[in-house]
Nanobody, 119 residues
């Protein structure tokens, strides 16, 4: 019923850019806070960015100034524009949908899209 589908991952060289998309269905998109998380091999999943239903955003320190999260409620889609990519950005990126003020573990997850940044 609820489905989140990520796309846009790939292989890029350091300094390059990618734009990830997450298309949501089966939920009232505008009522949810949307977020991006990532998990590198051998590492725990970590928070990357969040866009609240009202449009305000928050980023983890390591991506501030390089990544931009945005959402189009009419298209039920959230994006992550990633610029100046670094090898340490290599990870599987996951889309998350959660109700406001609720932890991401209580929400929904996509299957992930691989981002690989070569040096």
């Amino acid at each position: 019923q609820v489905q989140l589908v990520e796309s846009g991952g790939g292989l890029v060289q350091a300094g390059g850019s990618l734009r990830l998309s997450c298309a949501a269905s089966g939920l009232t998109f505008s009522s949810y806070a949307m977020g991006w998380f990532r998990q590198a091999p051998g590492k725990e999943r970590e928070f990357v960015a969040t866009s609240r239903s009202g449009g305000n955003t928050y980023y983890t320190d390591s991506v501030k100034g390089r990544f931009t999260i945005s959402r189009d409620n009419a298209k039920n889609t959230v994006y992550l524009q990633m610029n100046s990519l670094k090898p340490e950005d290599t990870a599987v990126y996951y889309c998350n949908a959660r109700l406001p003020s609720r932890p991401p573990e209580t929400g929904y997850w996509g299957q992930g899209t691989q981002v690989t940044v070569s040096s």
